[in-house]
């Protein structure tokens, strides 16, 4: 079993900064692409950012130069640094990763179970 496992979400001021935590566990091959997708209330699921193996970013336009992806690919975590937090920031974040199970030969998608933000103006 594959598993993704998100925390950091939280509360947080207009202007303030949250950190999420995403680490991937169980029976792993390997990991290509891992990312951050996000939605709010009566919104379509939007990508926030994503990453590859080799550390090459993509970002949403609402989030270039306020939010930060990484990753440690030696522990299987991605992580997302969000400064300047607004409140049309506000929504379920969700962890999502292209993972070779250790019993296949191809990739799959895996999702985490979702962390809440929440910006309060």
């Known amino acids: 079993q594959v598993r993704l496992v998100e925390s950091g979400g939280g509360l947080v001021q207009a202007g303030g900064s949250l950190r999420l935590s995403c680490a991937a566990s169980g029976s792993i091959s390997s990991i290509n692409a891992m990312g951050w997708y996000r939605q709010a209330p009566g919104k379509q699921h939007e990508l926030v950012a994503d990453?590859?193996?080799?550390?090459?970013?993509n970002y949403a336009d609402s989030v270039k130069g306020r939010f930060t992806i990484s990753r440690d690919n030696a522990n299987n975590t991605v992580y997302l640094q969000m400064n300047s937090l607004k409140p049309e920031d506000t929504a379920v974040y969700y962890c999502?990763?292209?993972?070779?199970?250790?019993?296949?030969?191809?990739?799959?998608?895996?999702w985490g179970q979702g962390t809440q933000v929440t910006v309060s103006s």
């Open positions: 990453i590859t193996t080799g550390g090459s970013t």
């Open positions: 999502n990763a292209d993972i070779i199970p250790s019993y296949s030969v191809r990739a799959y998608q895996y």
